[in-house]
């Protein structure tokens, strides 16, 4: 902008304000507030931006004094919502610093928009009242109501314009209702709120003593940060309801972050069973109309618990008394895409704004939350044993090198003898196995063709329930064709490796009385039908259950005792330094859902690298073992939690320029001793939605504050049209 160029009037007439938008944009934007309107710092209002209207806040960024006053547009009218407090608004800028991305694409989360607020529809913003007044109308007057003959207007300024008056003219008609602006129906909303002495259980002298630890930092009303460790079935869930009931008592809200919220219809029921209603659910599936009004309620303060994935930390909780992050070592409280950031983190980030306390949950914490207990910023509460009677299952290695199944099968004879027992003992076996579909790979026998994704690279998986080859990366699919592409032959293809239809089958095959049940995202499809089989289970109207991570989470099914993971090997290969702890986590989590009422369980992992330290941890029953070996592994690296990681992505549709940008970043690294610069080398999904990736890796010691650094480097370098640079600050995979 040409800033230098224009003088100001001493008395210049408008007043200025800055105002966000729900955009990646550089920062906010000046506007004027019309003559007589008064706006404060947090409202929500619409704004003209090109030729549309959109929702802002008012920021507290000073305005730009430069723009020259008629070039400036006027805000339009507030939307009917209670203003953003300054502390979300500090959160926004802070996730932004923190993650090197526009104040506007997190605005854009916070506001939910589209959905929470659309742009105001003509019939809600400015209409005739029908109002009369005694007297007879100004000219002025009778040419707006004129305009409004033809149908209600967006804005005052379009209002003014269409019927060639100025814009006051159309506020004072406001002010003395002869127009109604914003007629946003009222929502009449009673909920029956969560009674926190509903279902209160009986602690263990145990459980009663952490609980009494996490209720007395909810009355603190300060913030803290506790890492509730325990291994599955210890009673975390029931310890933080405790903590639940006194933010509700104290008249707090409460939001609770779960993985895979979408699924998690046992939690929901439970909470229901504790506290005697359902909490408001958020996430990204829920339809646009629930989701404006759920937004609505929780930003008037109506809803006291929110449960939700990731997005949920955004929410206008403006009363906010206890956070709660279960699962908190899982994968996926990491966005992938659009903003990249750690909603674990960041909800914690988000306590501390508040002052409020926050739990972290989990069997498997992660290795960052264990740092941060070793560094003395959060505190750990254990949680030792199981509650009643179930004792922890024992875990057994099947040596596939010594008992491998037969050809062309998955399932070796250890564990088909052990499931049989189960079945003919009357109880139920799970088969885990992380893969969804028929068969990760199909294959020409003839000339060794094999069906890849055009636009990512990785293989095409079958899914026979579906008929169809699909990528589990961007969605691409195709039939199954009858003869193969490349050579022609017929009844050549074959499909290689096992996913959980195939498995199926082959359960099926071993025992064609037993009753089975896929349980895997693509197979369930809606939450609802994964409640339906979640309740199937355990009526005990399923003998087998086959399924993926999906499954591992959270459920209890107490006639289950039997856990067989098909192949525990799945997910140790790979240069991901991340691999091992994922892995750990995730049989550790299935391995909790054997035996989890009187009866033990019993875990069979099938492997062929059974000397592998994570096996052989989770043989030992060693997690401290083996959480502290991998903490070693880090630290000698220089890796998280103990380094500081940045990764850079560059990605373009032509592999030439993806490689030149990325060889261009390279060079323009800055040279700082503490600062290691590895690559460019192929992104871990080096082709992705036909998109080119290269992948720098930036590590520094702790100490160092990355973001400025690498604001600095990325705005030398000119970026292409064509091609696009993504920051991701603590990458999941590394
Ligand atoms: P975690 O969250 O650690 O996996 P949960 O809180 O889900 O453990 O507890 C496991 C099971 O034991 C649940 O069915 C829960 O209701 C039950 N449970 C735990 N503690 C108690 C208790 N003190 N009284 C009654 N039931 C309990
Ligand atoms: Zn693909």
Not at 15 to 29: E, H, M, Q
Not at 341 to 370: C, G, H, N, W
Not at 593 to 601: L, N, S, V
Request: net charge neutral.
């Amino acid at each position: 902008m040409p800033a230098a160029a224009v003088t100001l009037q001493p008395t210049e007439p408008v007043t200025r304000v800055s105002v966000l938008l729900p955009l990646p944009l550089a920062g906010p934007y000046t506007y004027a507030v019309p003559e007589g309107e008064e706006v404060s710092l947090g409202s929500v209002i619409s704004v003209p931006f090109g030729k549309r209207v959109l929702p802002g806040v008012i920021w507290d960024t000073p305005p730009d004094a430069a723009v020259p006053a008629l070039k400036l547009k006027e805000i339009g009218l507030p939307f009917d919502v209670p203003p953003m407090t300054g502390e979300m608004r500090r959160f926004i800028d802070w996730v932004a610093g923190y993650t090197l991305t526009p104040q506007g694409a997190v605005l854009r989360m916070a506001l939910s928009v589209p959905a929470a607020l659309e742009a105001p529809s003509p019939t809600e913003v400015l209409a005739a009242s029908g109002l009369q007044l005694p007297g007879k109308l100004t000219a002025a007057r009778q040419k707006v109501l004129e305009v409004l003959k033809e149908g209600p207007a967006q804005t005052s300024a379009a209002l003014a314009e269409l019927a060639g008056v100025s814009t006051s003219v159309v506020k004072t008609m406001v002010k003395a209702g002869l127009l109604t602006p914003h007629a946003l129906p009222e929502f009449a909303f009673s909920p029956r709120q969560p009674d926190p002495g509903f279902a209160v259980p009986t602690f263990s002298p145990e459980q009663q003593e952490v609980a009494d630890t996490v209720v007395a930092a909810v009355e603190a009303e300060s913030f803290a940060v506790s890492l509730l460790d325990g291994v599955t079935g210890s009673g975390k869930t029931e310890v933080y309801f405790a903590a639940i009931a006194a933010a509700l008592q104290a008249g707090k809200q409460v939001l609770v972050l779960l993985p895979e919220i979408a699924l998690s219809a046992q939690w929901l029921s439970r909470f229901e069973g504790r506290f005697g209603v359902k909490p408001q659910i958020w996430h990204s599936e829920i339809g646009p109309v629930a989701r404006r009004k759920a937004w609505r309620r929780i930003a008037y303060g109506q809803v006291p618990v929110v449960v939700g994935a990731r997005s949920a930390l955004f929410l206008p909780l403006n009363n906010l008394g206890l956070i709660v992050v279960d699962e908190e070592h899982e994968g996926s409280f990491k966005q992938e895409d659009g903003v990249l950031y750690q909603a674990r983190d960041m909800a914690v980030v988000r306590a501390q704004f508040a002052k409020v306390p926050i739990i972290l949950a989990s069997a498997t914490p992660s290795l960052e939350s264990l740092a941060n207990v070793e560094a003395g910023r959060y505190t750990r509460l254990e949680l030792g044993s199981r509650h009643g009677p179930a004792g922890m299952p024992e875990i057994q290695a099947i040596d596939l090198r010594k008992d491998p199944p037969p050809r062309g099968r998955w399932i070796a004879p250890g564990l088909e003898r052990a499931v049989t027992q189960t079945l003919e003992a009357g109880e139920q076996a799970m088969l885990f196995l992380n893969r969804r579909g028929y068969a990760p790979l199909t294959l020409c026998r003839t000339c060794g063709h094999r069906f890849a994704c055009p636009n990512c690279s990785s293989w095409l998986v079958e899914h026979r329930a579906r008929q169809r080859l699909i990528c589990h990366h961007c969605g691409h699919t195709e039939a199954v064709p009858p003869a193969c592409p490349s050579c022609a032959d017929t009844g050549s293809l074959v499909p290689c490796g096992p996913g959980v239809e195939r498995l199926a089958e082959e359960a099926q095959l071993l025992w064609p009385d037993a009753r089975l049940a896929i349980m895997s995202s693509d197979m369930l499809g809606s939450p609802e039908k994964a409640e339906a089989l979640v309740s199937a289970v355990q009526a005990r109207e399923v003998d087998i259950l086959i399924g993926t991570a999906m499954m591992a989470k959270g459920h209890h099914f107490p006639h289950l005792t039997l856990v067989g993971v098909v192949d525990a090997d799945l997910g140790l290969g790979g240069g991901d330094l991340r691999a091992g702890e994922r892995t750990f986590q995730l049989l550790h989590q299935v391995s909790g859902r054997a035996g989890r009422a009187e009866h033990p369980g019993r875990v069979l992992l099938q492997t062929a690298a059974v000397e592998h330290p994570v096996l052989q941890a989770l043989l030992a029953g060693d997690r401290d073992g083996f959480i502290a070996q991998e903490m070693e592994e880090r630290r000698y690296h220089g890796m998280p939690p103990y380094g500081r990681l940045a990764a850079i992505i560059v990605s373009a549709p032509d592999a030439g320029v993806a490689d030149t940008l990325a060889r261009a970043l390279a060079r323009a690294a800055p040279r700082m001793d503490d600062l290691l610069v590895l690559g460019p080398a192929p992104a871990p999904l080096a082709l992705l939605r036909g998109m080119h990736r290269r992948r720098l890796l930036v590590k520094a010691p702790r100490a160092l504050k990355l973001q400025p650094i690498l604001a600095d480097w990325l705005s030398a370098v000119p970026i292409p049209n064509a091609a696009r640079v993504a920051v991701d600050i603590d990458p999941y995979s590394f």
